[in-house]
């Protein structure tokens, strides 16, 4: 299943005119949605779909394909992203994916947040996670950075760390020297077989985490 062709790794990213993203923003505007909102922010590399570092982004569009909104991502450049707003029950999600680098994703989360008028703890970042093994999942409800610049950035811009974290496994490779290499790279094809379950497994997870939060439980 190929990683930048049409195989489950393939982010649906698509350049918008500017009628959509106008739209989009004439939306949230003038109609605020009445019940409660969450932002989902797919932490990653704008520009390279397909790697390790952006399997966040490819949570995202999981979940924007699960909810029937895989074709209605539009450029905002009031917080360099791509945006979707996506039903869940009573609640709506704001599906983010920042068109920015992973070390500065932060200013595309905190001005999307801004935008919506969210808190902290109503923003739930995904992201890679290199000291658990691919296919291995962790809800983290708030906490340190562990090292991971993205959400770093994203802790700085925000001036908080309550923000709900799905950590998605890659693997650390053996030696030091050769973490970067392997964050930036796309996955091998024996990893792309556990990918599609992994992306299924991890909107399972996080819609559930939402919905629970959503009623109160």
């Known amino acids: ?3 930048n062709g049409v195989g489950v790794l393939q982010f649906g990213l698509f ?3 500017m009628r959509r993203s106008w739209a989009l923003r004439r939306c949230v505007s003038e109609a605020p949605f009445p019940g409660k909102r969450w932002l989902v922010a797919g932490l990653g590399n704008h520009g390279m779909p397909g790697t390790r570092h952006s399997v966040g982004m490819a949570v995202v569009g999981q979940i924007a394909r ?3 909104v895989a074709e209605s991502w539009a450029r905002d450049s009031r917080c360099a992203a791509d945006l979707a707003l996506a039903p869940l029950g009573d609640a ?3 599906l983010l994916r920042p068109r920015r680098l992973m070390n500065v994703n932060g200013r595309s989360v905190a001005q999307a947040a801004e ?3 969210l808190a902290a ?3 739930y970042l995904v992201h890679d996670e290199l000291d658990k093994p691919l296919g291995k999942l962790a809800l983290k409800l708030g906490g340190s950075a562990r090292g991971h ?4 950035s994203c802790i700085s811009c925000l001036k908080s760390s309550a923000m709900p974290r799905l950590r998605v496994g890659i693997g650390r490779p053996t030696h030091p020297n050769m973490v970067e290499a392997h964050v930036l790279g796309c996955f091998s094809p024996e990893e792309q077989e556990l990918l599609s379950p992994l992306l299924d497994q991890a909107t ?3 819609l559930d985490h939402i919905r629970t939060r959503s009623l109160g439980l």
């Open 1 to 3: 299943m190929a990683l």
């Open 15 to 17: 350049r918008p005119g």
């Open 66 to 68: 699960r909810l029937g």
């Open 92 to 94: 709506q999600l704001v």
């Open 115 to 117: 935008l919506f008028g």
């Open 121 to 123: 703890e109503e923003i």
């Open 149 to 152: 610049n993205g959400v770093r």
């Open 204 to 206: 399972d997870l996080l």
